[in-house]
């Protein structure tokens, strides 16, 4: 199946820092990725689908100045956590969708854990 | 807007034996229906999914799903667990419009060998 990276897998920033994550298909191209966030025993919740070439479309309650998304190119989005502050320390978590396959299916990279202090 | 409630939190279980874990969905159109597994430590794996057909679908591990339009529901099942099936458990549904999945709480299942 397709494959979805993120970097970095974990992160320690300090309170009032910019942290940036990106997201990379490795082996395919995709128009559309989406962030999500999962807090500790919770599900996932999106924040974010970010298209190849225009704004990204924020979930409702999710301030997209603070989480800027960027999909620069078909292969890599990166998120940016802006002025954060401890509450923002959650796992992130991108997923693609590959456009070559028969069905619409999503392939989700291995998350990023984020922690401020 | 499209809404998906998984009833179980938290599921023990002893190893052979029997499991169904319940999915139901809201949505008013056609739906594209997801189950996905996170083992310890890693990232989400797709376990089957139904978008047509045979309302019966089988997955990867053993694992098979049966949508039944009229319960707007898409359980997952197996008959056998395995200690190797310790993991938590997503259902997901996407709507006819838009790219959109929506999870559901997941399922934490705990198989004791």
């Not at chain 1, 599900?43 to 620069?72: C, P, R, W």
């Not at chain 2, 029997?18 to 083992?39: M, P, R």
């Not at chain 2, 430590?41 to 694992?63: A, C, E, M, R, T």
Request: aromatic share 12%; glycine share 8%.
């Amino acid at each position: 199946g397709a494959v979805v990276s993120q970097h970095p897998s974990r992160v320690i920033c300090k309170s009032g820092t910019s942290v940036k994550i990106e997201c990379r298909s490795l082996d395919f191209q995709a128009t559309t990725m989406f962030w999500y966030r999962q807090f500790p025993k919770q599900s996932l919740m999106l924040m974010a689908t970010s298209n190849e070439g225009s704004k990204a479309t924020y979930e409702q309650g999710v301030e997209k100045d603070k989480f800027l998304i960027n999909h620069a190119s078909l292969t890599l989005s990166t998120l940016t956590v802006t002025s954060a502050h401890p509450e923002d320390s959650s796992f992130y978590i991108c997923s693609a969708r590959d456009p070559r396959g028969s069905v619409d299916e999503q392939y989700f990279g291995p998350g990023t854990r984020l922690t401020v202090t | 807007a499209q809404s998906v409630s998984q009833h179980n939190h938290h599921v023990i279980l002893s190893e052979a034996a029997s499991l169904e874990l319940g999915c139901n969905y809201s949505y008013g159109g056609t739906v594209n229906l997801f189950w996905y597994v996170q083992y310890p430590g890693q990232h989400l794996q797709l376990l089957l999914k139904y978008f047509s057909g045979d309302p019966l679908v089988k997955g990867i591990k053993g694992f098979e799903a049966e949508f039944i339009k009229s319960k707007f529901s898409f359980n997952l099942r197996k008959p056998s667990v395995q200690w190797s099936d310790t993991a938590e458990y997503f259902c997901a549904v996407k709507g006819d419009a838009g790219n959109m999945l929506t999870f559901g709480g997941g399922t934490r299942l705990m198989v004791k060998p």
